[in-house]
Every structure is written in structure tokens, then in C-alpha cells.
């Protein structure tokens, strides 16, 4: 059993979604960058052409495990790592739902161009992977799943094999048209819409209810009441014979749209050229079809003895979905119903508002939203972000503060040098500004053409 289904299972409930990094979102020489976010970013910034060389950005979030302040120093970690697992810790909270999320992102080679004063257009190609999981307070609450037992005549609800979760990754190909409208002399509203070609390279989700444990004597315990719906993609078993193609298992339409809207300066030769900005995006709607080595299954009524499932094992991934059906159900075609589903990507929708009350100085309020949960895709994980900001045409200097869930908030710094940036949203657990329950890192780099004014 431990051979291959342990690491799926891990796979399962090890999981994510995140956020592109809040203390760089928002500055007038974001540009490119913030197409993930707010695709009229590029509408304003004055530089007349971006080359994005490369951004990434590695979110985790996991709220049932966390050091807290003063518990982690910069050279070292303190005396212990605490799991948050108190009756108290898990009943209710600012937050619906506690998880564990981890996002990647990478923007490839890509461009942006303004055309005359109130156009622009971009080609953006990215690499996205996220998972989403949920409902794992009994999992966090035990981890020695292994030591199960039960005397003889006795039953107990798993409570802890109850999962909740979803992965994606995928590649996307897209093009931003912006336009500008002059409301007037001193307001702007500045638009975008992008249309973006996916492909999916790894897809599952998990929805599996807690079993039930029975003893029937001293030597023979019985998991009954198996049931769990879930599908899968499964990897090549050999990725350098099938090439590209073996990781081209899926494919979709995405979309976003934004909007800003602007109220200059007198002086607009500067670089924060306005006072306040006010903006809305709703990012990834769409959804990718996988129809490669993939598997849908559901499992209802399944009865195993805990011998059987201690002996389960395979030898290829893609055994995975018959071996299971014959370990519950005695037959290794019974939980199969179809060979291809459909994952809605991670959408959610943002709302910001900048305002700059001295020059190239901006305090940045930013609220993200997400509006899809597992099993019908991976989740944006909910984010109120306070941004202090300096910024300059080749300088710029953030402190983001962010609360996940809108709860516990974390410090973070962000750096852009030219075109170079680098930043953390929660480096202040470093220094014992707050609690610690993730990490992240993004840095990007880009070339950057004024033109002609």
C-alpha cells in the first residue's frame, strides 16, 4: 500500500492556491507583472515596451501549522513548531474554513506594447500548478493513521480520511488589448480583457467521506462505508519517451477583465502622475477539459479489511483507479464513469483602491476574493492586503501587510530595482513581527523601453 498510494494521498491533501505577491501589485511600472491580477495594468505604465524575461512567485499557506511570533528568529528557528489543532483553534472564526494551499506561478517570455497614447496590447505565456485542501481537521488531529485499532465489537467514524481537495497545473497563452477612455481633463478610465489558451497538464480532486472502522474479532478489523468521488490525470510513466506531448493532457479557454479608473495631478511628469486610483478585476474564468489518461470514479458503499488495505499496492500510477475499485467494491470496473472531467480554474475577484496623497508616495488597500472551492476546481485563497509604498521611475519600496482569510496578518517587504524586484509577503515572521503559517518568495526581471514621449 505505502508503495504508491501514500504518495497520492499525499498528493491529495498536501495542496494550494495563492496570491501573486501584494507588495508589488499596483505601482504605476507594474506593468506586465500585474496582468495576472488587473490586466489594465498595463494601460498605466508610460514605458512604451516591457520584455518580461522571467517572474515567479511560490506561495504556501497552511493555517494548521504555524510558529508563533517570536518563536522563529532570522538565524535560525526557535525552541518549537506548534500544531494548531485546540477545539477553540478550529471552532469558529473570521475564516469559513481552515487549509492548506500552495500556489506557483512563472511568467515566461512576454511583452507589452502601448500603441499611441490610449492603447496597449500584450502576449503573456505562463506556468501555473495550485492545489486546494479542505475539511483535514481530524487529519492534523492524527497522524499516526498506521497505528489504527479498534477491540473487537466496536465501530468509530474516520473522521481523519475525510479530504476535501483539488490540484491543477497548466500552461496559458494570452493576449491583453487595453484601451483608455478620457473622461475629462483630470480623470481617466483605463480597461482590459484577456483572452487566454489553456493547457492542462495535471488535474485530481478528492471528495472522500469519512469510513467507517469496525472491530469484528481480536485479529480482524473491517473499513466500511467507503465513499469517495475522485478523478485523476495520470503522469507518463515515461516522460522522455512521450516528450511535450505527454504532458499536453488538457485543454481550455480563460478570461480576464479589469478596470481602473484615474484622477491626475496637475503635473503629470512624475512618477505617481496621479492621486487616486479605484479599480475591479475578476481574473480566471474558464476551465480546462481533460481528456488524456484521465479517469473519473466514484466509490459507494466500499468494504475493505484493514489486512487488504495494509497489503494494497500497484505498480504503475494508472493502475491507481481499477486497483482501488477491486480493493472496495470486487471488481476493478465498478467505480469507473468516464475517461475525461472538466476543472474550473481558480477565479476570483479583486478590488483595490491606491491613493496617493504626496508624490511617490501611495498607500494601497486591495481586497482579493475567490469564488470556486474543490472539487470543481482549486481555490483563490480570500486576502485583504495594506500596501505603504515608495515609488520612483527605477526604485520602489513596499510594506505589504496582508491578512488571509481577512484574519491573522502578516509583514512583508517588497524591492524593485530598474527592472529587477524582489519580495516576500511574510518576511516579518523572520524577525518576530508576526506568526508564522506560510511562506512565500516572488522576484521577477524585465526589460524595459521608454520610446518617444
Given at each position: 500500500m505505502r508503495s504508491m498510494l501514500l504518495p497520492f494521498f499525499f498528493l491529495a491533501v498536501l495542496p494550494g492556491v495563492a496570491q501573486y505577491g501584494a507588495g508589488i501589485a499596483g505601482g504605476t511600472y507594474e506593468g506586465v507583472w500585474g496582468l495576472g491580477s488587473q490586466p489594465a495594468s498595463?494601460?498605466?505604465?508610460?514605458?512604451?515596451?516591457?520584455i518580461n524575461i522571467h517572474r515567479t512567485g511560490v506561495d504556501l499557506d497552511n493555517t494548521y501549522l504555524h510558529l508563533d511570533q517570536q518563536e522563529i528568529g532570522l538565524f535560525g528557528f526557535g525552541r518549537r513548531i506548534r500544531v494548531d489543532t485546540s477545539d477553540a483553534a478550529l471552532g469558529p472564526t473570521l475564516s469559513s474554513r481552515r487549509s492548506v494551499s500552495l500556489d506557483v506561478r512563472s511568467?515566461?517570455?512576454s511583452f507589452s506594447l502601448r500603441i499611441g497614447t490610449n492603447n496597449a496590447i500584450a502576449?503573456?505565456?505562463?506556468?501555473?500548478?495550485?492545489?486546494?485542501?479542505?475539511?483535514?481537521?481530524?487529519?492534523?488531529?492524527?497522524?499516526?493513521?498506521?497505528?489504527?485499532s479498534?477491540?473487537?465489537?466496536?465501530?468509530?467514524r474516520m473522521e481523519e480520511l475525510k479530504v476535501l481537495s483539488a490540484a491543477m497545473s497548466w500552461t496559458e497563452h494570452g493576449i491583453t488589448y487595453g484601451h483608455t477612455f478620457q473622461m475629462n481633463e483630470r480623470v481617466r478610465l483605463h480597461s482590459a480583457l484577456t483572452g487566454k489558451y489553456v493547457i492542462g497538464i495535471y488535474g485530481m480532486y478528492i471528495d472522500n467521506q469519512a469510513p467507517l472502522l469496525s472491530g469484528i474479532n481480536d485479529s480482524v478489523q473491517v473499513v466500511s462505508e467507503v465513499n469517495a468521488d475522485y478523478a485523476i490525470v495520470y503522469p507518463p510513466s515515461d516522460l522522455w519517451s512521450t516528450g511535450l506531448g505527454g504532458m499536453m493532457n488538457g485543454q481550455g479557454w480563460g478570461m480576464d477583465a479589469g478596470a481602473v479608473i484615474e484622477w491626475m495631478r496637475d503635473?503629470?511628469?512624475?512618477?505617481?502622475?496621479y492621486w487616486l486610483r479605484i479599480g475591479a478585476a475578476i481574473t480566471d474564468v474558464g476551465s480546462i477539459n481533460y481528456t488524456k489518461r484521465s479517469e473519473v470514479h466514484e466509490?459507494?458503499?466500499?468494504?475493505?479489511s484493514t489486512d487488504e488495505i495494509d497489503e494494497f499496492e500497484i505498480e504503475e500510477p494508472i493502475q491507481l483507479g481499477s486497483a482501488l475499485s477491486e480493493l472496495f467494491l470486487n471488481d476493478p470496473n465498478a467505480s469507473l464513469r468516464g475517461r475525461s472531467f472538466r476543472m474550473v480554474l481558480p477565479m476570483?475577484?479583486?478590488?483595490?483602491?491606491?491613493?496617493?496623497?504626496?508624490?511617490?508616495?501611495?498607500?494601497r488597500l486591495e481586497t482579493i476574493f475567490g469564488l470556486t472551492e474543490p472539487t470543481s476546481g482549486t481555490t483563490a485563497r480570500n486576502q485583504l492586503s495594506i500596501v505603504p509604498r515608495y515609488e520612483i521611475r527605477n526604485f520602489s519600496l513596499?510594506?505589504?501587510?496582508?491578512?488571509?482569510?481577512?484574519?491573522?496578518?502578516?509583514?512583508?517587504?517588497?524591492i524593485r530595482i530598474a527592472g529587477f524586484m524582489i519580495g516576500s509577503d511574510r518576511i516579518g515572521g523572520l524577525v518576530g513581527l508576526n506568526s508564522v503559517s506560510g511562506a512565500d518568495l516572488y522576484f521577477g526581471m524585465k526589460v524595459r523601453i521608454k520610446g518617444k514621449s
Open positions: 498595463i494601460l498605466l505604465n508610460p514605458v512604451k515596451v516591457e511568467m515566461l517570455p502576449f503573456t505565456n505562463n506556468i501555473r500548478a495550485t492545489l486546494t485542501a479542505l475539511d483535514l481537521n481530524e487529519l492534523a488531529r492524527k497522524f499516526g493513521i498506521d497505528a489504527i479498534l477491540d473487537p465489537g466496536t465501530s468509530r503635473d503629470t511628469a512624475t512618477a505617481t502622475p466509490i459507494r458503499n466500499g468494504v475493505a476570483a475577484v479583486h478590488a483595490s483602491v491606491d491613493y496617493c496623497p504626496v508624490r511617490n508616495f501611495a498607500l513596499a510594506i505589504p501587510i496582508t491578512m488571509d482569510e481577512y484574519a491573522e496578518a502578516s509583514m512583508g517587504l517588497s
